[in-house]
Nanobody
Framework: QVRLVESGGGLVQAGGSLSLSCAAS????????MGWFRQAPGKEREFVAG????????VYSDSVKGRFTISRDNAKNTVYLQMNSLKPEDTAVYYC????????????WGQGTQVTVSS
C-alpha cells in the first residue's frame, strides 16, 4: 500500500508562488506515474499535471500550462508542483496521486493540502 503525504499549501496573494511536495512511502516510487489534482468548493476534482515514472514526460491542464511545473525526485520518493503566477481561481485542495504503470488509473491518493489565493 502506497502512502502519499502532501505539504506546502497555504495562503498567497494573486501573482505569488507556492511549491507543493508529495512524499511517498510503502511502495516502489519509481514504478508510478504521479499526478496532481485539485478540487475547489462546489466543483468536481480536476486533473492539474502528471509526470511519468522516469520524469521524462509530463502533461498539464490548459488552465495551468505555462504557470505550473511538475517534477519528481525518485531518490527522495517525492513529487513536486511549483506554482507560479497564482490566480484566485487556483484556490482548491490539491491532491497528489500515484498510478501503477500500465493501469491507466490513479490508484493511491494523498489527503490533500489547501491552497488559497487571495485577490
Amino acid at each position: 500500500q502506497v502512502r502519499l503525504v502532501e505539504s506546502g499549501g497555504g495562503l498567497v496573494q494573486a501573482g505569488g508562488s507556492l511549491s507543493l511536495s508529495c512524499a511517498a512511502s510503502g511502495g516502489t516510487f519509481s514504478r508510478y506515474t504521479m499526478g496532481w489534482f485539485r478540487q475547489a468548493p462546489g466543483k468536481e476534482r480536476e486533473f492539474v499535471a502528471g509526470i511519468t515514472w522516469n520524469g521524462i514526460n509530463n502533461v498539464y491542464s490548459d488552465s495551468v500550462k505555462g504557470r505550473f511545473t511538475i517534477s519528481r525526485d525518485n531518490a527522495k520518493n517525492t513529487v513536486y508542483l511549483q506554482m507560479n503566477s497564482l490566480k484566485p481561481e487556483d484556490t482548491a485542495v490539491y491532491y497528489c496521486a500515484a498510478s501503477n504503470v500500465g493501469t491507466g488509473s490513479y490508484d493511491y491518493w494523498g489527503q490533500g493540502t489547501q491552497v488559497t489565493v487571495s485577490s
